[in-house]
Structure formats: structure tokens, C-alpha cells
């Protein structure tokens, strides 16, 4: 009875799971229609979705019933999360104008497919039992959980140099907290060590990245503003035109003198 009520428990958490995670993986989907209409990927960095790739494609191997029975709502997710990580990856790599940084991004991708290759191979022919099978792919998922996690960290520090989150977007710090929390208690639905370690710190480490989004959001907003303010200025100094007196007019007004800051 109560073993009968733990299992729909933790299905019912796996779904919520399952769900918080879809919604962690398309997170990304306002700052990649930005990239779009931008044409650029400006300063955004790849890291974090070449690290969920190869977080993702690690969790479908544990997931297998040949690896971890029973863990197919793992597998679910972590097939969709690889699917959309490699779309990002290769909008990112459309938009990525430096070839020397899409060649590095191309040649991670394509190292970290041989290594998902090499690793689903030796497991299963050289690692006989589930709990054999289930300890070597859950070390190597936790190493690479909690780099998926730690990844936008160098964002971060951009965020702390810049004193603005304008590179980090919120709901992908917000959906990775919620997902940390979620299979953090999926994780104790029997204990199963290789999901709450890394989820349990990537629970922490989202919440620091929340707390800095409040840190900096309002000079954030101050930043663009005068970013903008100064886009408007550079206008207005192209509008400048010599009026043949020497003395600068805009056209169709009077004499205009530009913002110090205008180039």
C-alpha cells in the first residue's frame, strides 16, 4: 500500500518534472527570436547549451531500462531537452558571425556525440549488471549535471562586470531553479543518490543567479535607457547637415548641438 502510493507519488512529481523541464529547455526560445531578428548572437554564450546537450544525451543513457529500469519519464525529457539544445545550437551557430568561435562550438558538438557514442558502447558490453551500469553512468551524469548547472556562471561574471543581467536571460535562471527543486524531490521517490546531487546544487546555484538578477535589474534598466538615449543622439547628429555658413543645422530645424557623448 504505502510502496503502491510512493510510486504514483514520484510518477506524478516526474511528470510535474517533466513538465518544469520542457519549459527550462524553451526558456531560450525569447533570446534565440532575438538573436533572429538581431542577426547576430552579440555576446551570448554558447556554453550553456553545449553543456545541457551533453547533460541531456548522459541522462537518456542512464534512463534506459538496460542501464536504470524503471526511469523512463528520464528518458522522455532528456531525449526532447537534446533535440531543442541541438536547434539552439544550430541557430547559434546560423547567427555566430566569428568562424574561429562556430568552428570551436562545431568541434565541441561533434566531441561530444563520439563521447555519447564511446560511453552507451563500453557500458553495455563491458558492464554486465543494472547496479554496475547505473553507478557509471550516474557518476558521469552527475559530473555533467552540475555542469549544465555551473555554465552560466561565466554569464554571471559578465553580469557582475557589466552590472547588468541584460545577458542572462530570467527564465532560464527561473525554470533551472524550479527544475533543480523538481527532480531534487523526484529524487527522494526512492533515494536515488545520482539525481539529487546535482540537482540539489543546481537548485542552489539557480537561486544565486535569481538573487543577482535582483541585484542588478534596475541598473540594468538604467544602462539601456542610456544606451538608447544615445542611439537616439547619434541620429540626430547624422541629421546634421552643413549649412554652408559653417554652422551646423539639422534638416528641416535649427541649429542642433550634439550630446558630448554622441560620436
Known sequence: ?????????????????????????????????????????????????????????????????????????????????????????????????????????????????????????????????????????????????????????????LVISTKSVEYMPFFLSFASFLNGVAWTTYAFLPFDPFIAAPNGLGTLLSLAQLLLYATYYKSTKRIMAARQENKIEMHRSEAVVDGGDGEPKMTGGAPYRTHPSAI
Open 1 to 157: 500500500m504505502v510502496s503502491h502510493l510512493v510510486k504514483t507519488i514520484r510518477n506524478v512529481v516526474g511528470i510535474t518534472g517533466n513538465v518544469i523541464s520542457l519549459s527550462l529547455f524553451l526558456s531560450p526560445v525569447p533570446t534565440f527570436v532575438q538573436i533572429w531578428k538581431k542577426g547576430s548572437v552579440e555576446q551570448f554564450s554558447p556554453a550553456p547549451y553545449l553543456a545541457a546537450l551533453i547533460n541531456c544525451m548522459v541522462w537518456v543513457i542512464y534512463g534506459l531500462p538496460m542501464v536504470h529500469p524503471n526511469s523512463i519519464l528520464v528518458v522522455t525529457i532528456n531525449g526532447a531537452g537534446s533535440a531543442i539544445e541541438v536547434v539552439y545550437l544550430a541557430l547559434f551557430l546560423i547567427f555566430c558571425h566569428e568562424k574561429r568561435k562556430r568552428s570551436k562550438v562545431l568541434l565541441i558538438m561533434v566531441v561530444e556525440l563520439i563521447f555519447i557514442a564511446v560511453v552507451t558502447i563500453l557500458v553495455l558490453t563491458v558492464v554486465h549488471t543494472h547496479k554496475s551500469r547505473s553507478l557509471v553512468v550516474g557518476i558521469i551524469a552527475i559530473l555533467f549535471n552540475i555542469m549544465m548547472y555551473a555554465a552560466p556562471l561565466s554569464v554571471m561574471k
